[in-house]
């Protein structure tokens, strides 16, 4: 069974809307979250990341959105560009696992300018 | 330049064959994995190395091993590739001293097709 889910699979939103992606956990050891972002033809690249202390962390047009109780997590990108387009995943690690990364299936996000 | 690197970035391979991928950091990590990316699916980690000599098992292991010689090096070896190995297969580094928030540094794949 998966331990992270991410939803939707796909989104398009229009250049300068906010795209939201979902992500949700079943595993209450996870602490660490983070997203990494995915360009067609490449590696995986970390963008942002929160720790299970903590219920919001920004890094510019991308926000964090942590709900501990109900095992749900978000990402927000503001004002979205073309350039964002790409695969994002939601990752989570427990501490004691060592480095494991738990992966989500990814969403698929489309901005159209 | 680029700090993760694989080898080959495209392969065909017939079942039954042997197939070995091959990934090089020069990042100087402890840590490196090998993931397959299939729809759906995300990444899953088939295994995983915490330093020259060591290999682990990830969450799919079977069908594959692994082997870190140095630190710089680790390769997934199919022994008997069959067609529900056809995927496109990451390496990863990550130093190793930040625990289980380890920031992971992918390769940029290699796409393997079994036939």
């Known amino acids: 069974q998966q331990q992270v889910r991410q939803s939707p699979q796909s989104l398009t939103v229009w250049e300068g809307e906010t795209a939201i992606l979902n992500c949700s956990y079943e595993?209450?050891?996870?602490?660490?979250f983070p997203w990494y972002q995915q360009f067609p033809g490449e590696g995986p690249a970390l963008l942002i990341s929160i720790l299970s202390v903590s219920n919001k962390k920004e890094d510019g047009r991308f926000t964090i959105f942590f709900n501990k109780r109900e095992k749900k997590l978000s990402l927000h990108i503001a004002d979205s560009q073309p350039g964002d387009s790409a695969t994002y995943f939601c990752?989570?690690?427990?501490?004691?696992?060592?480095?494991?990364?738990?992966f989500g299936g990814g969403t698929r996000l489309t901005v159209r300018p | 330049e680029a700090a993760v690197t694989q080898s080959p970035r495209n392969k065909v391979a017939v079942t039954g064959g042997k197939v070995t991928l091959s990934c090089n950091q020069t990042n100087n990590h402890n840590n490196m994995y090998w993931y397959r990316q299939d729809t759906g699916h995300g990444l899953r980690l088939i295994h995983y190395?915490?330093?020259?000599?060591?290999?682990e098992k990830g969450d799919i292991p079977d069908g594959y091993k692994a082997s870190r010689p140095s630190q710089e090096n680790f390769s997934l070896i199919l022994e008997l590739a069959t067609p529900s190995q056809t995927s496109v297969y990451f390496c990863a580094s990550g130093g190793g001293l930040g625990g289980n928030q380890d920031t992971q540094y992918f390769g940029p794949g290699t796409r393997l097709l079994v036939l």
């Open positions: 595993n209450s050891a996870f602490d660490y």
């Open positions: 190395s915490y330093g020259a000599g060591s290999t």
């Open positions: 990752a989570a690690s427990a501490k004691g696992a060592g480095a494991k990364l738990t």
